[in-house]
């Protein structure tokens, strides 16, 4: 298994510009999230899906949105980039095992806006 | 204020000493994680637990349910062992603590 994989793994973007960050699994999981990572901050849930179809917002969705088409793919939109943006984004995806969920983290995408 | 505090927050030791960090919480949970995260990025999960103690070599995670407590301990510590350390809590939702730089000097 590849695991959980991220494209690109680093991108710089010009503000006001739009990207999709690529989040796949082939481990079959239900669960898939993103979260950012910004320097000093521990990591920020943007949004979750618990199966295809289903996506819900995490604690900081504005500007971001996402879409839950298939079990394996999870992208991450950004519309009208802004500095506040710039950070370094994970992807997740966990299953339920004994009871309790076990999650296994992509490479992480570097994203700079300026 | 955080669901999940960790300390300390930057760690400097000596090869070959003992290394404990420890994480505090606030929220519910179904199990505790404690995740590595290397320079260059990855990260990776270390041991989920939700009572008593774990461990896989030189690694030691306890956790107290009813103080809500964790702590991580590293025995005989490697520069290698130097990473961001991290704990995590809840269920299908995670709450991160900040992490906890540590280096180890040969």
């Known amino acids: 298994n590849a695991g959980v994989t991220q494209t690109p793994k680093f991108r710089i973007l010009k503000i006001g510009q739009s990207m999709t960050l690529q989040c796949t699994q082939d481990?079959?999981?239900?669960?898939m999230y993103w979260y950012r990572q910004d320097p000093g901050m521990g990591l920020k849930l943007i949004y979750y899906?618990?199966?295809?179809?289903?996506?819900d917002k995490g604690e900081v969705p504005n500007g971001y949105n996402v879409s839950r088409s298939t079990t394996e793919d999870f992208p991450l939109r950004l519309e009208l980039a802004a500095p506040s943006q710039t950070s370094v984004y994970f992807c997740?995806?966990?299953?339920?095992?004994?009871?309790?969920?076990?999650?296994?983290f992509g490479p992480g995408t570097r994203l700079t806006v300026t | 204020k955080n669901e999940v505090e960790q300390s300390p927050q930057n760690l400097t030791a000596q090869e070959g000493e003992f290394i404990t960090i420890n994480c505090s919480y606030s929220?519910?949970?179904?199990?505790l994680h404690w995740l590595q995260q290397h320079p260059g990025g990855g990260i990776v999960s270390l041991f989920m637990?939700?009572?008593g103690k774990k461990k896989h070599g030189r690694l030691i995670a306890t956790i107290n349910i009813q103080e809500k407590h964790s702590s991580l301990h590293i025995t005989a510590s490697h520069p290698r062992d130097s990473a961001v350390y991290i704990c995590?809590?809840?269920?299908?939702?995670?709450?991160f603590g900040t992490g906890t730089s540590l280096t180890v000097i040969p």
């Open positions: 929220v519910g949970i179904s199990a």
């Open positions: 997740a995806s966990s299953y339920l095992t004994s009871g309790h969920y076990e999650q296994y």
């Open positions: 481990m079959n999981h239900n669960y």
């Open positions: 899906s618990v199966g295809a179809g289903i996506t």
């Open positions: 637990l939700s009572s």
């Open positions: 995590a809590v809840g269920g299908n939702q995670f709450y």
